[in-house]
């Protein structure tokens, strides 16, 4: 995990019925390296993630060997997007693009969407022009027809009106309170009972939902849940977050631990 660093072997068998017929699935950048290898088996082909890239000596390698000339395909995740300067990349390819999209965090649209633009500019910054495929089975949707036209305020008019409809901010103001436990049904009771407490005192304008799982339940072997808490109102949020504190600030068990988020850009 390159969150916690938890590791485990890759098991010889299933651990439910000992069937050792086990195939590998998903397509990682190590699997489409694998297949990039076999397609094209002159090419030098080379992978950028966590993984590969652990050290600053590894970086230094591999842009010693980029600016040799020899490397002819890079493969990685999105931190090839992000701040680097490759003179003879001429094509950018991005498998997968609507895996960003189905996502419960409402700005999906505006990440991938920068994303996209942000890696559209690592191809033909020389005197080589350049190309971007994006791999998507939606090519009429929003954020491609913005991404194609390169045209950053007919995603922003299309994606705030959406955010108007359903109250989403910048029209609404959003926090979120959490917790873990060493159990998830502990720290979604815990944040229940605390909701249902303090439901009484709250304004009309402030909406509480239940308890959910964190998009990332389980982290350092503690499990995550959260509430979220929205109002058009942020005078009226706050006053309803000041109600969460005092309760929270009574429970002095070391078992579970909360905090709270306000503005939280991670859903």
Excluded at 70 to 99: C, E, S, W, Y
Excluded at 177 to 194: K, P, S, W, Y
Excluded at 206 to 222: D, S
Aim: charge should be negative; glycine fraction near 6%.
């Amino acid at each position: 995990c390159h969150h916690c660093d938890f590791r485990l072997p890759i098991p010889i068998a299933c651990p439910d019925c000992g069937n050792q017929d086990l195939t590998a699935v998903g397509q990682g950048t190590q699997r489409i390296e694998d297949t990039l290898r076999a397609a094209l088996p002159q090419a030098q082909i080379a992978r950028v993630d966590r993984d590969s890239t652990t050290h600053q000596r590894d970086w230094d390698d591999l842009y010693a060997a980029i600016r040799a000339g020899g490397i002819d395909v890079l493969v990685g995740t999105q931190m090839l997007a992000k701040g680097h300067d490759f003179a003879r990349l001429n094509l950018v390819i991005v498998l997968n693009a609507d895996g960003s999209l189905f996502s419960s965090d409402f700005r999906a649209p505006e990440r991938l969407f920068a994303e996209l633009m942000q890696v559209s500019g690592r191809a033909g910054r020389a005197e080589t022009a350049g190309r971007v495929l994006i791999q998507t089975r939606l090519p009429e949707h929003p954020v491609f027809a913005a991404v194609r036209a390169q045209d950053y305020p007919l995603f922003a008019d299309h994606e705030l009106a959406q955010r108007e409809l359903f109250a989403l901010p910048p029209y609404g103001f959003q926090a979120a309170v959490r917790a873990d436990a060493t159990a998830q049904a502990e720290a979604g009771q815990f944040l229940n009972d605390i909701r249902d407490c303090i439901a009484p005192l709250l304004p009309d304008n402030v909406h509480q939902f239940g308890a959910v799982p964190m998009q990332m339940a389980r982290l350092a072997e503690r499990e995550r849940a959260q509430i979220f808490l929205e109002s058009p109102s942020r005078k009226a949020l706050h006053h309803a977050l000041n109600q969460w504190e005092q309760v929270l600030n009574q429970y002095k068990s070391g078992s579970i631990r909360w905090h709270i988020d306000v503005d939280t850009q991670e859903i």
